[in-house]
């Protein structure tokens, strides 16, 4: 019995060792907390709902393990559009939840968000476009330096329907 009660001991021991976390400030870093980057994207022509944008983003990071992150992308873009609504400029604002998969800097994302996009023709005014934005890419990245993404989406409005994106960005982690 005594055996039996030594083992447990030890198991339990060893399981919470393996249970520990390492706190906030001593965790390690596999990627980067945060990533600024210069975004071109455009729906190449294609669709009812045509765009040509240009985004300054920054990603946050949410969680990191050494294959996997998960980030949160934000910013602003300034760009062109063309849809029922007519020709206009806009401003948009993006918010995505980013999910990566890889090692060694290589990494298979998938994205899923919308952009809120405000703009302005002169036919009609004002008009407020929600976007939503799933979309499959590939990122490079180098710790401490910079990134390049490319990917592929699918631009859909309520009203308007899909339209297939293209996306590059290049940038750096601050």
Partial sequence: MRILYSLILIFWVFSLKAQYEVPERKRPQYHPQRLF????VST???GPSQSSFMYFNTQYSLWQRPLQQLNLQTGVGLGFMRNNYGKMVAMSVPLRLLYA???RGHFIEAGFGANVNL???LADGGN???VALPSLGYRY???GKVFFH??????YHPKLGASPLIGIAVGYDY
């Fill in 101 to 103: 998969y890889g090692s």
């Fill in 150 to 155: 490319a990917y592929l989406g699918l631009q």
């Fill in 128 to 130: 407020f476009v929600p």
């Fill in 141 to 143: 990245q180098i710790p």
């Fill in 119 to 121: 703009g302005y023709s």
């Fill in 44 to 46: 190449v022509g294609l």
């Fill in 37 to 40: 980057s210069v975004e071109l």
